[in-house]
């Protein structure tokens, strides 16, 4: 918000499959079907309105901000791309666990998400890895680390309290870039 002066409008932005978020708090998505939940979001000002996009509560998946712009986006990096390796590994939440995506077309689409989500801000992008939790198999704090590496590799720049704690650490808060 302190970066939304004036006119400018901020907000939060997350893959509809990124169904771990809940863990750290972003369960809540804008109803995409609902025109007008999308209108609100969009145009509403916070502290009026707490369905605003400013008021940061929710998130807009990619279906409910396709083809449409905030000047500043935090965009909430989830455990369905994830970096094993040098490659990027696509997974869905199924059940009580993640399945890797096999299928081309299913990977090529979840791609296709994140880059949607990242071109969303007219001015910055922030963007949230959170740190994980060692103590569960669905949040593993190394496969997000390694997130944050790649982002940070190319060219995404450490802001906050993150950019001091060590690679790994158990007690840093999440990662948070600017790109």
Same mark, same amino acid.
């Given at each position: 918000r302190e970066a939304a002066r004036g006119e400018r409008r901020c907000g939060?932005? @997350? +893959? +509809?499959?990124?169904?771990?978020?809940? #863990? =750290?708090?972003? @369960? &809540?998505?804008? %109803?995409?079907?609902? %025109?007008?939940?999308? #209108?609100?979001?969009?145009? =509403?000002?916070?502290?009026? =309105? &707490?369905?605003? +996009?400013?008021?940061?509560?929710?998130? #807009?998946?990619?279906? %409910?901000?396709? @083809?449409?712009?905030?000047?500043?986006?935090?965009?909430?990096?989830? @455990? =369905?791309?994830?970096?094993?390796? #040098? %490659?990027?590994? &696509?997974?869905?939440?199924r059940g009580t666990d993640w399945q890797v995506a096999r299928d081309a077309d299913r990977r090529a689409n979840r791609i296709n998400t994140y880059r949607v989500l990242l071109t969303r801000a007219r001015y910055h992008t922030v963007i949230w890895v959170p740190r994980g939790d060692a103590g569960d198999r669905t949040r593993s704090p190394a496969e997000l680390d390694a997130v944050a590496a790649f982002l940070l590799a190319c060219g995404a720049a450490a802001i906050g309290a993150a950019d001091n704690a060590p690679p790994g650490s158990t007690d840093r808060p999440a990662q948070a870039l600017l790109v």
């Open positions: 939060l932005v @997350g +893959s +509809s499959a990124a169904k771990r978020l809940r #863990a =750290d708090g972003l @369960g &809540v998505e804008v %109803a995409h079907m609902d %025109a007008n939940a999308v #209108a609100r979001w969009f145009l =509403d000002r916070w502290p009026e =309105d &707490v369905r605003a +996009s400013d008021a940061l509560e929710t998130m #807009a998946t990619e279906f %409910a901000c396709q @083809g449409l712009e905030l000047d500043i986006v935090g965009l909430c990096w989830g @455990g =369905d791309l994830v970096r094993v390796g #040098a %490659a990027w590994q &696509v997974r869905d939440f």
